[in-house]
């Protein structure tokens, strides 16, 4: 039997199957216990909860964000972005399946939340490289609120975009009020950087600042640069804050109130799920 997952501890893992999904992207599939899934185990991946991963002799754990549909039943994906002296991104693209890993989750500790900004019509996401993990997902719950939802997602080549067949599901679900944008910032050789795309966001978005919510998720320098742009344009409503979680049942995303606990089915594998 499968080990479950706890928020507080590590536990043994088992890897079901991976999958390359670009040149330096691999997707990786661990087995949960038949009866449970990333709902049941209390994650909300609309309130970018995630898990962290500690293999032996690495001293700090790494996050990762489910891709998987969070009511899947028996197993969750994660998408890693390997780089080539990553001491847990290399260790994860080298287990083969039937290894174990210490893993922990949901993640931020139960103490904590990301609570959700109320009172916006419209969404902006900005999804910097292996960001789009953990996006995915705020879309998704963000759709699911009936709000629009804007994704402005960057890599630096073509080959480094991942996860297209399920953005693609969520725009065919959602044809009117979701709509996705790619920069690449190393395209021809020039580095244009962020402000090149704020721009072409903020030509785009003719809205109230107020109407708009923005989430920004790349690494901790790359979010400064481009919430800083963002707060010259006036959109600084962030859509997630972190709080202390009390009362304790207060902290469902529309996607876990959406969430159905009997579906085994992933978001690319039924394209009505209905989170
Ligand atoms: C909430 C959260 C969710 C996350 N979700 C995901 C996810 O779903 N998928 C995913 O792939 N990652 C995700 N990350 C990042 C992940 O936690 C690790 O930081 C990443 O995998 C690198 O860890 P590592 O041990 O392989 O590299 P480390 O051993 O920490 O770093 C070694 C070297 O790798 C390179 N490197 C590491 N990180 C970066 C970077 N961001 N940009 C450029 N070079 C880098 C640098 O050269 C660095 O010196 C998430 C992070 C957070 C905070």
Redesign the pocket.
């Known amino acids: 039997m499968p080990a479950s997952l706890r928020p507080l501890s590590f536990a043994p893992i088992t890897l079901l199957s991976t999958r390359q999904l670009s040149p330096d992207?691999v997707h990786l599939t661990f087995a949960l216990q038949p009866h449970e899934s990333l709902h049941s185990l209390s994650f909300d991946l609309g309130l970018?909860d995630?898990i962290r991963i500690k293999p032996p002799g690495?001293a700090r754990g790494?996050?990762?964000?489910p891709?998987s549909h969070q009511s899947t039943l028996g197993f969750f994906s994660?998408?890693?972005?390997?780089?080539?002296?990553?001491?847990?991104?290399?260790y994860l693209s080298n287990m083969k399946p039937h290894d174990t890993v210490p893993i922990a989750g949901p993640l931020p500790v139960p103490w904590l939340t990301k609570k959700l900004a109320t009172g916006h019509t419209t969404t902006l996401i900005v999804a910097l490289?292996?960001g789009i993990?953990?996006s995915l997902l705020c879309c998704q719950s963000e759709l699911l609120a009936g709000r629009t939802v804007k994704l402005l997602y960057s890599v630096k080549t073509e080959s480094d975009l991942i996860l297209l067949p399920e953005l693609a599901v969520l725009m065919k679900q959602h044809p009117d009020t979701f709509t996705m944008h790619t920069t690449l910032t190393r395209a021809g050789g020039d580095r244009p950087g962020p402000a090149l795309f704020l721009k072409l966001f903020a030509s785009l978005l003719a809205l109230p600042p107020a109407a708009v919510a923005v989430l920004v998720v790349g690494?901790k320098e790359m979010n400064r640069v481009v919430y800083g742009h963002l707060n010259e344009l006036k959109l600084n409503k962030r859509l997630l804050g972190m709080a202390f979680r009390a009362p304790w049942g207060r902290r469902h995303s529309p996607l876990h109130e959406n969430c159905v606990t009997s579906s085994t089915t992933s978001m690319t594998e039924n394209e009505t799920a209905g989170c």
């Open positions: 992207v970018g995630f690495v790494r996050a990762y964000s891709t994660i998408t890693v972005k390997v780089y080539p002296s990553g001491a847990v991104s290399q490289g292996i993990t953990e690494t």
